[in-house]
């Protein structure tokens, strides 16, 4: 089993619809979790930092359930430049400890379709 | 921002060759970076972390002798892959963390897609 696992799709939604991406992670020593963009052929863009309390950032709900280990994305009113890679990111370790490294899940793509 | 810059963008090379790729912080130095490889279709699997002055710590199954990283300074790594062959075609990122910023994030460079013929 995958340390982060996600769901690849694609998920093909039209525009303005909502869509939500799910993760689950083993590690339940994991210290900090986000959530990556990233474009076809290019590197992974920061999109937000998941928190247990949740978080949003305009279009974009993160929440994380630590008991479940498990991570959500959601995308309000998606637009065509959403379409992309969606990845799970999770960081084992404390900043200071040599288990400190970033897990990623394999990605979720999404194409949102005119 | 923080922003991490990566030389080659781009290389093509004969299988048996080496290739260097450098990878840079250039506005904040960075004590640790990382290198990672994504083939087609996959995420990104890290390599190895670099701390600046000491020798990088490779992943399981990655070959130290392969892959050589060097950490001379807080705003250069390189990795140089060594007798390149085909199945190492990939594209590989680099990553920076800051020392003075936010704990848990890392800044990517834009990666460097590898072509070994």
């Known amino acids: 089993r995958k340390e982060v696992e996600q769901d690849p799709g694609p998920f093909n939604v039209p525009e303005g619809a909502t869509v939500a991406f799910n993760c689950t992670y083993s590690?339940?020593?994991?210290?900090?979790f986000f959530w990556y963009r990233q474009d076809c052929r290019k590197e992974p863009k920061l999109l937000m930092s998941v928190y247990s309390s949740g978080n949003e950032d305009g279009r974009f709900t993160a929440q994380l359930n630590r008991a479940s280990q498990y991570i959500s994305l959601l995308i309000r009113d998606s637009k065509l430049s959403d379409s992309a890679t969606y990845l799970c990111?999770?960081?084992?370790?404390?900043?200071?400890?040599?288990?400190?490294?970033?897990?990623f899940g394999t990605g979720t793509r999404l194409k949102v379709l005119a | 921002g923080a922003v991490v810059s990566q030389h080659p963008s781009w290389v093509i090379c004969k299988s048996g060759t080496s290739v260097k790729i450098e990878c840079r912080s250039l506005?904040?130095?960075?004590?640790?970076m990382f290198w990672y490889r994504q083939f087609p279709k996959q995420s990104l699997m890290l390599m190895a972390t670099s701390n600046e002055g000491s020798k990088a710590t490779y992943e399981q199954g990655v070959e130290k002798d392969k892959f050589l990283i060097n950490h001379a300074s807080l705003t250069l790594s390189t990795l140089t892959v060594t007798s390149a062959h085909p199945e190492d075609s990939s594209f590989y990122i680099c990553?920076?963390?800051?020392?003075?910023?936010?704990?848990?994030?890392?800044?990517f460079g834009p990666g460097t897609r590898l072509t070994v013929t």
């Open positions: 990111v999770v960081n084992r370790g404390w900043f200071t400890s040599g288990t400190y490294k970033y897990i």
């Open positions: 990553s920076a963390r800051s020392h003075t910023g936010g704990p848990y994030e890392q800044y």
């Open positions: 590690n339940s020593a994991s210290q900090s």
């Open positions: 506005d904040f130095q960075a004590t640790t």
